[in-house]
């Protein structure tokens, strides 16, 4: 039987909006304290589009460490989740940006 992860991840290969929906959610957790949800989120975008094997051959880490950063024990360095993040983004050809709101 299957776990929920390895569902995820199949339906995340197949719909690019829902990977789309996916990057932009696991950034909001990230940026509001959540941040192991945010690194799960991005682990499965990983194991949905790159892989750790070309991750760890775009970023110059080893794909062990990588898998370690984004789990949950994960404490990765704010320039490797950004590194992770703009693969990302890049692979799929998007463009990302923050749009703030002014609070009321």
């Known amino acids: 039987m299957r776990n929920i ?3 995820l991840v199949d339906m995340l290969k197949a719909d690019k909006e829902l990977r789309l929906l996916h990057i932009k959610e696991a950034i909001t957790s990230l940026m509001h304290g959540d941040t192991r949800t945010g690194l799960l989120m991005l682990r499965n975008l990983v194991n949905a589009t790159c892989g750790f094997s070309e991750l760890e051959k775009a970023l110059g880490k080893n794909s062990k460490s990588l898998m370690r950063m984004l789990s ?3 404490n990765p360095e704010t320039d490797n989740i950004f ?3 703009n693969h990302l983004v890049e692979q799929e050809g998007w463009d990302i940006a923050v749009v703030g709101k002014q609070a009321a």
């Open 5 to 7: 992860n390895e569902v």
């Open 72 to 74: 949950l024990e994960g």
């Open 83 to 85: 590194k992770i993040i």
